[in-house]
């Protein structure tokens, strides 16, 4: 089952404009949440994490804003680059889940054009 | 800055056949997971080991698969009789602590024939 989905496949942003990419889950229990970058034939890279007592993370360009009401998550990267095309991926995880294993969405592929 | 590193990257096996997939864990983690990626399909959770045991595993972990951390720097996932849809990319992580960021190396694509 996909307890954490990312329904747009695919994102283009101009150089210099905002990306905005969204995450929304199902499970309840899940209380920390991140944000992962990869590149073709590489494993993923952290960029920003969140915890559910906060609404918002930033990081330089990214900003991670949680809304636990409505079980939805965006990742925002202003400006954006184009060494920022890549796939983006949403994980979380569940306090209660002892292995800590991270539930992943399918990926967002992020082209930034120049 | 220090890495998770895996190898080999690319490994081709009969159906069958036992494999071996070894990882180096950022040296002063403590935590070290299995995920794999079939092809087209989201990364998938497989194990996560401390303390020199298993903590989790998912459905995916069955009876074939195996962990181990023989000595103080490897951990190595192993695959008894690999199957046909175990062609994946496998990616082992690490991390410091239970909750923290987990780490991940570049992936070892298996291909099983």
């Known amino acids: 089952d996909q307890q954490v989905k990312q329904n747009s496949p695919s994102l283009s942003v101009q150089e210099g404009r905002i990306s905005i990419l969204n995450c929304d889950y199902t499970n309840s229990m899940f209380d920390y949440f991140l944000w992962y970058k990869k590149y073709p034939a590489e494993g993923p890279t952290f960029l920003i994490s969140i915890s559910s007592i906060k609404d918002k993370n930033e990081d330089g360009r990214f900003t991670v804003f949680l809304n636990k009401s409505a079980k939805h998550l965006s990742l925002h990267i202003v400006p954006s680059q184009p060494g920022d095309s890549a796939v983006y991926f949403c994980a979380a995880s569940a306090r209660w889940n002892s292995g800590y294993a991270l539930n992943f969405g399918k990926g967002t592929s992020l082209l930034v054009t120049p | 800055e220090p890495e998770v590193t895996q190898t080999p990257s690319h490994q081709v096996t009969q159906m069958g056949q036992e494999v071996i997939l070894r990882c180096v864990p950022i040296s002063n983690h403590l935590y070290f997971y299995w995920y794999r990626q079939i092809l087209g399909q989201k990364v998938e959770f497989l194990v996560s080991?401390?303390?020199?045991?298993?903590?989790?595993k998912s459905e995916i972990f069955d009876d074939q698969f195996s962990v181990e951390r023989p000595d103080g720097s490897n951990f190595t996932l192993k695959i008894r009789s690999t199957k046909l849809e175990d062609s994946a990319m496998y990616f082992c992580?690490?991390?410091?602590?239970?909750?923290?960021?987990?780490?991940f190396g570049p992936g070892t694509r298996l291909l099983v024939l």
């Open positions: 992580a690490s991390s410091a602590g239970g909750r923290e960021t987990q780490y």
């Open positions: 080991f401390y303390n020199n045991e298993i903590s989790e």
